[in-house]
């Protein structure tokens, strides 16, 4: 499935960034994307492995698969934006929408249920899957990091377009896609990231999850 | 710790039994909780070691730390009911508010946020801590399976009481218990054993977490 190519909207996070780079590494052609089609070339330069940067709206017109890793502010408007360009493709949401204060992170409400849910609403049109939430950018980024140990979440409805998605985040070495249920289910998915933020802070690790007797 | 006695209200269903099983076997007092007395006898006899089954209120005053492994309907009403006996005691919140229909299980509405929340709400003289949502039931009366492979998240404000239910989860054999976070992120450790019985449904598995890196 190396043939695919991959455009991150919000490619210039740290997580999507990080996506970026083991999806090149593993041969896929990378496309990042950014409000600022400077700022995506030289998210792009940074990667290197002929990953190449634009405006988000060209990422979403030109990539096979389309991955939002977007901050949750703007999250909608940005893909209603894109609503068209996005038709019959597998768009993955991986944007998780928290809150922070003094005790650390929280899940913010979200009036469709989830990110992912708000995604498959306003984009009709697009085959929505939830996954890569748990990813560690830090993790993702790092080169000395050869695996990385942890399961990648895969929700949706479309089978075959949740499949992909599995198969997608096995490329990354160390990393299984493990189907984990209907969009319906994002949210405590998104939500749980709060939790793994408490976790990281208890434990000063950068903690993720594995699925056990799967 | 094998001093303290556990009490589980609702200990006649199959994950409070299940629970009730392991801490008997690793040397606690159990108390199994029923409305009905002569079936939590029943449950208890079911279990040996020494396990003891009386009405929900009677467990509730005499357990050192008490299980709320009830169903979700009724959850409020009984804990109520129960504020007095539970006053300044460590109860541990393993409800999971679920909701099933023809698409598998998701998570129903809480007006409080979360089970846990709902708890720590009516019974304001108590240390609630939020933890054991995802342990299977079939594991854990299953003989056969020395060790249970997962890791309980343990969620709460109270640094001392997750500390101790922490500890009680490690004696269970093969699992650890995790600090998870405070209880204000306890909905979506609840409403994820909907995914998780959607990984159960795909994988045909009986599916737990492990937090890796820590």
């Known amino acids: 499935m190396t043939e695919l190519s991959i ?14 780079h083991r999806f090149a590494q593993a041969g896929h052609p990378v496309l990042i994307g950014s409000r600022n089609a400077q700022r995506a070339q030289e ?15 060209v990422v979403a017109a030109e990539a ?8 949750w502010d703007g999250h909608k408007e940005l893909l209603i934006s894109l609503r068209e ?28 249920g989830s990110a992912a849910q708000q995604a498959a609403a306003v984009l009709p049109d697009s085959r929505v899957v939830a996954a890569f939430h748990h990813v560690s950018a830090v993790l993702l ?12 979440l895969v929700l949706g409805d479309d089978r075959e377009a949740t499949d992909t998605v599995q198969a997608l985040a096995a490329v990354i070495p ?6 984990g249920g209907r969009l319906r289910n994002a949210h405590q998915v998104e939500a749980f990231t709060a939790n793994l933020i408490s976790i990281n802070r208890r434990y000063k690790a950068h903690a993720g999850l594995r699925v056990t007797d799967v």
Do not use: M
């Not at 998210?43 to 709206?57: C, K, P, Q, T, V």
């Not at 360009?85 to 469709?112: S, W």
């Open 64 to 71: 096979d698969i389309v991955i939002v890793a977007v901050p």
């Open 43 to 57: 998210a792009a330069d940074s990667i290197g492995l002929g990953a190449r940067g634009a405006e988000n709206a």
């Open 85 to 112: 360009p996005l038709a019959g493709k597998i768009v993955i949401d991986c944007v998780n929408p928290l809150g922070f204060d003094k005790q650390g992170a929280y899940a913010l409400p979200v009036e469709e």
């Open 7 to 20: 455009g991150i909207l919000g490619g210039t996070g740290d997580q999507g960034k990080g996506l970026a």
């Open 141 to 152: 980024l790092d080169p000395a990091v050869e695996k990385v140990d942890l399961d990648v």
């Open 174 to 179: 160390g990393v299984r896609g493990v189907y």
